[in-house]
């Protein structure tokens, strides 16, 4: 399966030395590259490329370790810079097994156009150029983009690339978690088993014989509620709805069936817990990093 490189491009609005030092120095570059948990410069000779050693800790008990050299050129004194780079890493487990790519920093009238394509070989043989080609090398293009993004933040706003990424992990887990529970609770309670309580809900507000079908018919709008989550790029407008919602459904179930506040792990506490994380998720979804900021072709 063929594959195409991987490449990033972004206007950041600073000086050329900002950048520069943001993205050559290995402490700072590993602080804003999410590819990257930790790198370490190693000794080098005059004329030398400058080896290093990379860790990205992938789960507790995972931590990918990997090798690469870098030479950096300026075509003239107040011209481009770029940065080539050789990496890879010996570990089985590892899905890149070796890989080349530059970054180039380009002078703009204001402002540095920062920009990177690099491509690398897939390990596991065809099963994982496979995998790569549908999984990995998409999600590697959108940890570039994001952290892409989470630099020029940085640079033009002075915030640091940590609390970015709490804002934007913090926005997204919720995003995930609000998906699950409003599909959730459209599809089991509502749908498959038809609950009791939910029946008596909707006849002690619309007397009649429909409860039934009134009640799949809700749980088929919460369900597409809780895909429109994954699809809905304004987050914090799903939060402030959210907001007005929960506290109306929490009313609601008090009135129609009262005895229901008394029940352990009762629809009170329940919809008093998502306003809370609805309200968390307001205030961190503001002005959370995104990848979508980034070019991604030439």
């Given amino acids: ?133 549908i999984v990995f090398r998409p999600l590697m293009g959108w940890a570039t983009a994001l952290s892409f993004d989470v630099l020029k933040r940085w640079l033009e706003k002075d915030e640091a690339p940590r609390s970015q990424y709490l804002r934007f992990f913090i926005t997204y887990g919720l995003a995930m978690l609000f998906s699950l529970v409003w599909i959730y609770q459209g599809l089991i309670p509502k749908i498959i088993a038809r609950h009791p309580e939910e029946l008596a809900m909707v006849q002690s507000a619309i007397p009649g014989n429909h409860a039934t079908a009134i009640v799949i018919g809700i749980g088929i709008a919460e369900i597409l509620f809780g895909l429109f989550w994954l699809v809905y790029k304004r987050k914090k407008h799903l939060f402030a709805f959210q907001l007005v919602v929960f506290p109306l459904l929490t009313v609601a179930a008090i009135v129609s069936v009262p005895e229901t506040a008394m029940h352990p792990f009762n629809p009170v506490m329940f919809n008093l817990s998502l306003i809370a994380l609805s309200l968390i998720g307001y205030f961190s979804s503001g002005d959370a990093p995104t990848a979508k900021s980034c070019k991604r072709k030439r």
């Fill in 1 to 133: 399966m063929k594959t195409r490189p991987i490449y990033v491009e972004i206007d950041i609005d600073t000086e050329m030395e900002d950048i520069w030092d943001a993205s050559q120095q290995p402490d700072l570059h590993a602080q804003w590259d999410l590819r990257f948990s930790s790198i370490h410069y190693l000794p080098k000779k005059e004329g030398e490329p400058q080896k290093f050693t990379y860790i990205r800790k992938v789960a507790p008990f995972i931590t990918v370790k990997g090798w690469g050299k870098s030479v950096g050129t300026r075509s003239e004194a107040s011209g481009p810079l770029s940065s080539s780079l050789h990496f890879g890493t010996d570990q089985w487990f590892s899905p890149i097994k070796e890989g080349k790519g530059y970054w180039k920093y380009i002078p703009q009238d204001r402002g540095v156009k920062f920009l990177t394509q690099y491509d690398y070989k897939p390990n596991f043989s065809g099963v994982g150029k496979f995998a790569d080609a």
